[in-house]
């Protein structure tokens, strides 16, 4: 915990922050002051990383923003002339110093003092209730019987924070049947950042003059391209719903990004062109694309990507990024990004999830804990077995895109839960490991030699900082649990 003198002197660097962000957010409010301004902003973060950041990365930097005709420079001013001023200020402090700056030196030294895991960030339900059934999805079954009160997620926030962690998303059920609270919890915590994973049917003009004013809320809107495909899975009239939510959060100045599940009928749709261009122009500037995942009693495997399908979206996804494609929109796969984020993130190594119920577990996608928030600390969780064992296994594989323990190495997760003797949280229907890993094992075996050709065709950087255990650094060439692994297994059949 901070000391009194530490919080000082917090306090006096986010206001002499905040003070210089006003003077350069008015700068780079008029046009042709932007290039200019754009520098000052990179020395001003090499002074505030100091040796964090090497020399050649800044002069990279300044060179890339100083050409105006650079398709993400064209983004980023686009950004600005839509962004409410006071909103995008306070998410330069809450994102770029709060949780970037200052988070990542807290966390770096967390994970060293406590031998475990310290996420990025956290990912809560405020409720398990859903306005919405879609196809596929086990959010919408789990009805309206658990909720997170408001002082389990505050809660959540101040222990989160004491370890450097400073961003915080919701998903749920949907997370803005409960707005009173959220928003509360914005207020609070007015020095970190929200992100609500949403349906958009519950966006409204007043929600959105709200958070306008408290400046540290953003939305990740459901959507799944056409109307047709869109409404197929989540019903009729929701893609209009989406579409109102847009109009009125890009009338407020509110910067949002779009959260698209993928699957076998609907993957050409919501990664054509056209509709990349589509929610581009109606102000969405970033998107996380997630692959649908075989989860529950009542999940729909044969929804699952083919692997010509999920070749596809891999290339297709970094045609987006790249400079041949002039589209102001930054998509992000979970899936298939892995080698820019070291393979998997869940277990606390980036992020974990606390569900309805306060069970943490360690993705949103692997409903199974040992641990919860009504019982244990937010360390305590992270230092619980099945988050323990997260921590000793990543990567689960070297060849990343390979990420997941469920999809793509169902062995491992079941390893992992049977030997932490985690138990099911599935708010549906509780699943053994051995069921929802059942569906996952010809999925995994169709995927692998593909993945391997494709990664084995591609150069791959080592990322600068890696939180692996001190064994995996020391010895990259160790396989995550593969042996151990294969010791249980055979101890089993024996």
């Not at 475990?116 to 196809?135: E, G, K, Q, Y």
């Not at 003059?209 to 929701?238: C, W, Y």
């Not at 970094?318 to 930054?330: A, G, L, N, P, Q």
Request: aromatic share 10%; glycine share 6%.
């Amino acid at each position: 915990m901070a000391t009194a003198i530490e919080n000082i002197q917090h306090a006096a660097e986010r206001q002499a922050l905040s003070v210089m962000l006003d003077g350069l957010i008015g700068h780079l409010n008029k046009a042709e002051d932007r290039t200019a301004t754009y520098m000052k902003i990179v020395d001003i973060a090499g002074q505030f990383y100091g040796k964090g950041v090497k020399p050649e990365t800044l002069e990279a930097a300044k060179a890339y923003f100083s050409n105006p005709e650079n398709r993400w420079v064209k983004m980023l001013n686009h950004v600005l002339d839509d962004a409410d001023p006071h909103y995008l200020k306070t998410m330069m402090l809450n994102m770029g110093y709060e949780a970037m700056f200052r988070g990542t030196k807290t966390i770096r030294a967390t994970r060293e003092k406590y031998d475990c895991n310290i996420p990025w960030l956290i990912l809560f339900d405020p409720t398990s209730a859903c306005n919405m059934h879609c196809v596929g999805c086990w959010s919408g079954t789990y009805g309206h019987k658990n909720n997170l009160s408001f002082e389990d997620m505050d809660k959540i926030v101040t222990q989160g924070k004491e370890l450097g962690t400073h961003l915080y998303l919701m998903t749920g059920g949907e997370p803005m049947v409960r707005k009173a609270d959220v928003l509360k919890l914005c207020e609070k915590h007015s020095d970190c950042f929200f992100a609500a994973f949403t349906n958009s049917t519950l966006i409204d003009e007043e929600l959105c003059q709200k958070v306008q004013k408290l400046g540290n809320l953003t939305f990740m809107l459901s959507i799944e391209g056409t109307p047709e495909t869109n409404d197929a899975r989540r019903g009729n009239g929701h893609y209009a719903a989406v579409i109102k939510a847009m109009d009125l959060l890009k009338k407020y100045g509110i910067i949002f990004g779009t959260s698209i599940c993928y699957t076998r009928d609907n993957i050409e749709a919501v990664t054509s062109e056209e509709f990349l261009r589509f929610i581009a122009e109606k102000g969405a500037r970033f998107g996380f694309y997630f692959h649908l995942m075989p989860v529950g009693n009542n999940a729909v495997p044969e929804l699952m990507p083919t692997v010509e399908q999920r070749k596809m979206i891999i290339e297709k996804i970094r045609w987006v990024r790249s400079d041949k494609c002039d589209i102001e929109f930054y998509p992000m796969d979970f899936q298939n990004d892995g080698e820019f984020v070291g393979g998997c993130i869940a277990g606390g190594r980036n992020y974990f999830h606390i569900n309805s119920r306060g069970d943490a577990e360690p993705c949103v996608f692997i409903h199974f804990s040992n641990t919860n928030i009504h019982d244990n600390s937010i360390l305590e969780m992270l230092q619980s077995p099945l988050f323990k064992l997260y921590h000793e296994g990543q990567p689960f594989n070297r060849n990343h895109l390979r990420p997941c323990p469920m999809l793509e190495n169902p062995d491992l997760l079941r390893y992992m839960v049977k030997k932490s003797g985690a138990h099911g949280t599935n708010e549906e229907s509780e699943e053994t490991v051995d069921h929802l890993c059942a569906k996952c094992d010809n999925y995994a075996a169709e995927w692998a030699p593909v993945a391997d050709e494709i990664w084995a065709s591609e150069k791959h950087s080592v990322p600068p900082y890696e939180n692996y255990t001190k064994e995996k650094r020391e010895h990259p060439e160790l396989a995550a649990f593969e042996t151990l692994a294969e010791e249980e297994e055979n101890t089993v059949n024996a």
